[in-house]
């Protein structure tokens, strides 16, 4: 007889579960060593992020392999919306997917179809069924994979354009879309405001996202590495917040360590130099 395997909650349902705001952290180096020290950190969820990070299907494999030992969601973060892609990490394993970049309902419509199968109807989704040969179902060892996979996976969209702010009432009343994850940084970009997440209108737009998704029922998450954005952000509404990248934690603390020792002081002349 095979093993039959059930699989981890997904982020969804650990947000409905969650007497607390979930904390997490990105994991970017494209490292399953980096990934599993901050799986073990004790955050509630991880980003493995694939649009902005040396990462593919392999080493996002290698890095959920890395962190299925520990009492984390893992949420992948696929380049772009592509039904292709979805796909592809859908079936390597990936239950929950957060997708960048979603500017309006509609869009998010077409990606609630790419990570369903399809059902008969026209409205039904276009996932590609490949079940047998693939982890998501542990090579069919998740008995009744096939009819119940969309309660396997988790559905993310990614609010950061003014356009999407625009249109965030109607994304988050798309059946599928589980939560909506704000991004202050291309927010602010895309306001002409470049590099000032802080900016009051930028706040206020960010704001008005959580408010919408707390209206429709909906989780927001939102990016804050600075503790005040988080802490506010919390206090409005956010039912998770990532606080930090293993990257930016590694650049920040490695540089306040030198600069403990050195005072900033410069070596002087090296061998190179003459």
């Not at 077409?110 to 047998?132: E, K, M, N, T, W």
């Not at 919408?212 to 998770?240: L, M």
């Amino acid at each position: 007889m095979p093993i039959r395997v059930a699989l981890p909650a997904t982020l969804r349902a650990r947000l409905d579960a969650a007497e607390r705001p979930l904390i997490g952290l990105w994991a970017c180096a494209g490292s399953p060593v980096t990934a599993e020290i901050v799986a073990g950190s004790g955050c509630d969820w991880v980003l493995l992020d694939a649009e902005h990070s040396p990462n593919g299907l392999e080493s996002v494999l290698a890095q959920l392999y890395a962190m299925s030992a520990y009492p984390v969601a893992p949420l992948v973060r696929p380049p772009s919306g592509d039904t292709v892609t979805i796909k592809q990490f859908l079936d390597l394993g990936a239950q929950n997917l957060l997708i960048p970049m979603v500017d309006s309902a509609e869009q998010a419509k077409q990606i609630v179809r790419a990570v369903r199968y399809p059902d008969g109807s026209a409205a039904g989704g276009v996932r590609g069924v490949g079940s047998a040969l693939a982890r998501s179902a542990r090579w069919n060892r998740v008995e009744g994979y096939l009819g119940r996979a969309s309660a396997t996976i988790s559905l993310t969209v990614q609010i950061e354009s003014a356009a999407a702010v625009a249109d965030v009432e109607r994304i988050v009343a798309v059946e599928g879309v589980d939560a909506i994850f704000v991004g202050p940084s291309d927010l602010a970009a895309s306001m002409g405001l470049l590099g000032e997440q802080g900016h009051p209108d930028v706040v206020d737009n960010v704001l008005r996202a959580i408010r919408a998704g707390v209206a429709a029922g909906k989780p927001v998450g939102v990016n804050a590495f600075v503790p005040a954005d988080a802490e506010r952000y919390i206090a409005a509404g956010a039912s998770f917040v990532a606080v930090g990248a293993d990257v930016a934690i590694l650049a920040r603390q490695t540089e306040a360590l030198v600069e403990r020792f050195t005072g900033g002081a410069d070596p002087g002349p090296t061998r190179a130099s003459y």
